[in-house]
């Protein structure tokens, strides 16, 4: 009986440090396809990327940015940060999943398709809308603008 007791405790020791290993490598969150962060490119290399990108054109990329805003009706799009003060709009493929609203102000691994777009003044209002702006603020928006997107396939967050 003896040597029961200990080989369960032996095994339960096992099955505790097994259950910590696996909670440490689903502390991250994956939003979308999983993907491996192999080839992150750096914000400058971004920004590089998108002011010399023209209208309609697109790029396969990896970045890792900070969340500035989430879309506060389901979380179906988010704006990230980019160098200079400027930002990305992060839509996601075919609406397949949805961001929480809780993960502002964090870091994020994207991976998916950077492109330049004319955002049009009623998407931007539509956006604005999503965003809780007050109707003067959104009532302001009168001209189309150059914007820089992201279509997401996949989204990581470390935690």
Not at 40 to 50: A, G
Not at 58 to 66: E, I, R, V
Not at 96 to 117: Q, S, T, Y
Not at 140 to 151: C, G, H, N
Request: proline letters at 3%; one cysteine or more; hydrophobic letters at 40%.
């Amino acid at each position: 009986m003896k040597g029961f007791n200990i080989l369960l405790v032996f095994l339960f020791g096992i099955f505790t440090c097994l259950a910590q290993q696996n909670s440490e490598i689903s502390s991250s969150q994956f939003y979308g396809k999983e993907f491996e962060a192999i080839s992150l490119s750096n914000k400058d290399e971004v920004w590089q990327t998108f002011s010399s990108m023209p209208v309609s054109d697109s790029l396969n990329l990896q970045f890792k940015s900070k969340v500035k805003e989430v879309c506060k009706v389901k979380g179906c799009w988010m704006i990230v940060e980019l160098p200079k003060g400027e930002q990305a709009m992060v839509r996601f493929k075919d609406y397949g999943f949805f961001m929480p609203a809780d993960i502002l102000e964090k870091e994020v691994v994207l991976n998916g398709l950077a492109f330049v777009e004319e955002m049009s003044v009623e998407d931007q209002q539509h956006y604005a809308k999503d965003a809780g702006k007050t109707d003067i603020e959104i009532a302001k928006i009168t001209a189309p603008k150059r914007t820089f997107s992201f279509e997401a396939t996949g989204v990581l967050v470390p935690n």
